[in-house]
């Protein structure tokens, strides 16, 4: 009964490689977000869906495209993956958009080798 | 641009003892503040907040405390238990261009000894 669920947990790749991070929440939210925490262990947010409409892009690189089938679910595709790109992956969702409470999933463990 | 900082990477206290973790903005739009933590492999978790018209906000052992003239925070745990050692975030929301995204500190990893 995981209320956000990110698959995979930890996931090793070379570089170059194409990969995805799924992300689910049965909380029946509307927004839904992917944040990045870097080796720098900054926690810094890269995109923000609401009900399945973008609506935060932090300047992230257009190799990192979200894809939002339906509110529920924000999965994550990188392209051509790079060494920097390694780091842990945080999917989270929020009742509606503005002040409240952000939920985060367990996070996805990216390693580019 | 870090407009959140925690500049205390680690804490480490005892067992009944108080926690004290400290948090400074840059940001004097800031009008509300949340503090997560977060355990090892897991996501982080929203713990409590604090609005700008209130300078403390109780939540049982957990109380925050805001300066905001100082431009600080902080986060008073007591008593201290060993199930409180984690790494704890400071975050602020931001509004950019129409939205509003939170900001985070680099955290600060509380451990608890007994």
């Known amino acids: 009964d995981t209320a956000v669920s990110q698959t995979p947990k930890y996931l090793v790749t070379q570089m170059g490689n194409d990969k995805s991070i799924k992300c689910e929440q049965n909380l029946g939210h509307d927004t839904m977000y992917w944040y990045k925490q870097d080796s720098k262990k900054f926690l810094k947010i890269m995109f923000s869906y609401n009900n399945k409409e973008l609506i935060i892009n932090e300047t992230v690189p257009n190799r990192f495209s979200p894809k939002s089938p339906d509110k529920a679910h924000l999965n994550l595709h990188i392209n051509s993956l790079e060494l920097g790109d390694s780091a842990v992956y945080f999917c989270?969702?929020?009742?509606?958009?503005?002040?409240?409470?952000?939920?985060f999933g367990e996070g996805s463990w990216l390693t580019v080798v | 641009d870090q407009q959140v900082k925690q500049n205390s990477p680690s804490l480490s206290v005892q067992e009944g003892r108080i926690s004290i973790l400290n948090c400074d903005y840059t940001?004097?739009?800031?009008?509300?503040f949340l503090w997560y933590k977060k355990y090892p492999a897991e996501g982080p978790t929203f713990l409590i907040s604090i609005s700008s018209i209130k300078d403390k906000n109780e939540d049982g052992r957990f109380t925050v405390f805001l300066n905001k003239s100082a431009k600080h925070l902080s986060l008073h745990i007591v008593p201290s238990q060993p199930g409180d050692s984690a790494v704890y975030f400071c975050?602020?929301?931001?509004?950019?261009?129409?939205?509003?995204?939170?900001?985070f500190g680099k955290g600060t990893k509380l451990t608890v000894n007994p």
């Open positions: 940001n004097s739009m800031f009008d509300y």
């Open positions: 989270a969702s929020s009742r509606a958009l503005g002040r409240n409470t952000i939920y």
């Open positions: 975050a602020a929301p931001h509004t950019q261009g129409g939205s509003e995204k939170l900001v």
